[in-house]
């Protein structure tokens, strides 16, 4: 069985770009979570969805920020028009069911914008 | 102030001492989660608990929910053990458990042959 698995691991982006992040949850698993590090800061939520729901989105940026979760394939974060301040480390975290349970965290993807 | 602090931010040892790392929370929770995660690395789960005490080899992790205290133990400390130890906890706010993770800042573990 797959760990959680993000793509790219490493993204450069130039300012005013679209960056995309995919995340494909452990087989089974239909609670997917987002999280930002931003260089020597701790851990940020971002959005939890489940198939084709946003469920909570309350610590997503308002602007330029999206995330789906679709019936078929990975769940995607879109970042819209870049700004130096979107370099992070992006992860993407699974769980089975219900909320509360032990989440599996994936290798992350390293953002940087030029 | 933050509702997930943790102790110490920065820790260095020689290898073979026991450790401890504390992490304290202002909300109610349903459960409490050790993570670790090595440089550049992604992050593991550790531990999932919402009472008592777990064990894994050389790792125990420990709550208190009266005083809102969980403590991450290593015995026998080994220098690949060095990495950032994360506390962080699920919250839980008028019966309904929230999936999304808030986090403490992180412990520094480092140590030395």
């Known amino acids: 069985n797959a760990g959680v698995m993000q793509n790219p691991r490493h993204l450069v982006r130039r300012r005013g770009q679209e960056a995309r992040l995919r995340c494909s949850p452990m087989?089974?698993?239909?609670?997917v979570y987002w999280y930002r590090q931003l260089p020597e800061e701790g851990l940020k939520f971002m959005v939890y969805l489940q198939k084709e729901n946003i469920i909570d989105e309350s610590g997503m940026p308002k602007e330029r920020f999206s995330a789906e979760f679709p019936k078929e394939g990975p769940s995607i974060l879109r970042i819209q028009q870049v700004v130096r301040g979107d370099s992070a480390a992006y992860f993407c975290?699974?769980?089975?069911?219900?909320?509360?349970?032990?989440?599996?965290f994936g290798p992350g993807t390293r953002l940087l914008v030029l | 102030k933050n509702e997930v602090e943790q102790s110490p931010q920065n820790l260095t040892a020689q290898e073979g001492e026991f450790i401890t790392i504390n992490c304290s929370y202002s909300?109610?929770?349903?459960?409490l989660h050790w993570l670790q995660q090595h440089p550049g690395g992604g992050i593991v789960s550790l531990f999932m608990?919402?009472?008592g005490k777990k064990k894994h080899g050389r790792l125990i992790a420990t709550i208190n929910i009266q005083e809102k205290h969980s403590s991450l133990h290593i015995t026998a400390s080994h220098p690949r053990d060095s990495a950032v130890y994360i506390c962080?906890?699920?919250?839980?706010?008028?019966?309904?458990?929230?999936?999304?993770?808030?986090f403490g800042q992180g412990t520094i573990l480092t140590v030395h042959p």
């Open positions: 975290a699974s769980s089975p069911h219900q909320r509360g349970e032990t989440q599996y």
């Open positions: 909300v109610g929770i349903s459960a």
């Open positions: 962080a906890v699920s919250q839980n706010a008028g019966g309904t458990s929230y999936g999304k993770l808030t």
């Open positions: 087989k089974g698993h239909s609670h």
């Open positions: 608990l919402s009472s």
